[in-house]
């Protein structure tokens, strides 16, 4: 079946400083792949997804590209702020379904200090 | 923006006991799911719901999990017999339905439910 591997943490870095959380699938088909936020106390919000190879995803100065000959999509951000403390999910959607439904890996928890 | 909302945030239990586990979607929304996460483990699916009804279910939505939508408003998660190993996070989402695949899913805080 679908799956989700993520690199193990958690991971501290200050502020500023470059980040990369990897993150690689197995899939049949052609997967939509996500990256999921969690800051404290909320629900996981949709940080930024690519539906088809070689798409780059992006927001708030994340990027992630689809690179379907390693299956992966590794998250990067140039500089990291304080505000970017969180659990950080990698998944993917099961593109031959109607039902959207989302496999994660196990969430990385990213601290930033000042 | 709208929110998913779950309550409670923290549900304590005993080993046997019925527990419901209530969530209030985005209300123009048509598509609403369970996910738990036991502590260091990966986000699992449970259960999907559309049109008052479950479109799919994990291995792990065995008889002892139900889903209700019964008022238009709340959609509940119920645990018949709570078991040790029920113990974990429980999030709702809920996606609009306008698109077949892809769609944003949003999520809830979650309830973290703890089985003594």
């Known amino acids: 079946g679908d799956s989700v591997t993520q690199m193990e943490g958690p991971v501290t870095l200050s502020e500023e400083a470059f980040l990369t959380i990897n993150c690689t699938y197995t899939?049949?088909?052609?997967?939509?792949l996500f990256w999921y936020v969690q800051y404290p106390g909320e629900g996981l919000q949709l940080l930024l997804k690519?539906?088809?190879?070689?798409d780059k995803g992006s927001n708030k100065g994340f990027e992630a590209t689809y690179r379907k000959e390693t299956t992966s999509f590794h998250l990067e951000k140039g500089s990291v702020q304080v505000s970017d403390s969180a659990v950080y999910f990698c998944?993917?959607?099961?593109?031959?379904?109607?039902?959207?439904?989302?496999?994660f890996g196990k969430g990385i928890t990213l601290s930033v200090r000042p | 923006e709208p929110e998913v909302t779950q309550t409670p945030s923290h549900q304590v239990t005993q080993m046997g006991q019925e527990v419901i586990l209530r969530c209030v979607p985005i209300?123009?929304?048509?598509?609403f799911y369970w996910y738990r996460q036991i502590l260091g483990q990966k986000v699992e699916f449970l259960v999907s719901?559309?049109?008052?009804?479950?479109?799919?279910k994990s291995e792990i939505f065995d008889d002892q999990f139900s889903v209700e939508r019964p008022d238009g408003s709340n959609f509940t998660l119920k645990i018949r017999s709570t078991k040790l190993e029920d113990s974990a996070m429980y999030f709702c989402?809920?996606?609009?339905?306008?698109?077949?695949?892809?769609?944003?899913?949003?999520f809830g805080s979650g309830t973290q439910l703890s089985v003594l």
């Open positions: 209300s123009n929304h048509l598509y």
């Open positions: 690519a539906t088809k190879a070689d």
């Open positions: 899939a049949t088909g052609y997967p939509s």
């Open positions: 998944a993917l959607s099961d593109s031959s379904g109607a039902n959207s439904k989302l496999t």
């Open positions: 719901f559309y049109n008052n009804e479950i479109s799919e």
């Open positions: 989402a809920s996606r609009p339905g306008q698109s077949a695949t892809n769609e944003k899913l949003f």
